[in-house]
């Protein structure tokens, strides 16, 4: 057994997630998911949308991005769960990794954009994005399909809470 299914519920190998980073078409539309998937983006977000008069619903994001952001890195150092890339030296790591793997930040966070969904076609719409976003951190080396999917459940969690 190989470093990285010692820390994935799923085992999945290195070879799937090494064969599929050598596709270098998917690289630009990865880096791009992954980077509006992140921090700076969604402060932006969150204050255009307040702007527009939006105000409940840009509050809303702001507190699950903030509060989010405070249970993932709260989390991250109770599982303490490694990165791939820190196990498998055969996966490359499109970004410098800092912090501990799981749950994935981004993942959790893309899931925040259901609050904004309203019908089945936004809803779609945020659906391709979260799984998109999901995709694109294991493309870059950053986290383990466990780590995506626990960053989902986390997010998804959030987001039930933020709308009751």
Known sequence: MSGIEKFSFLGYTENWIVSWQNIQLFQPVMVLLSTIASGPFYLVAVAFIYWIGQKELGIKLGIFWFFGGVLNGILKYIIFDPRPSWIS???????????????????????????????????????????????SRVYLGGHSISQILTGWLVGITLFIVLSI
């Open 89 to 135: 030296k055969r996966i490359i790591p499109f970004e410098n990794y800092s912090s501990l793997g799981m749950p994935s930040g981004h993942a959790q966070s893309a899931c925040g954009w259901f609050l904004v969904s309203r019908n089945r076609w936004t809803f779609l719409v945020v659906l391709l994005y979260v799984f998109g976003v999901g995709l």
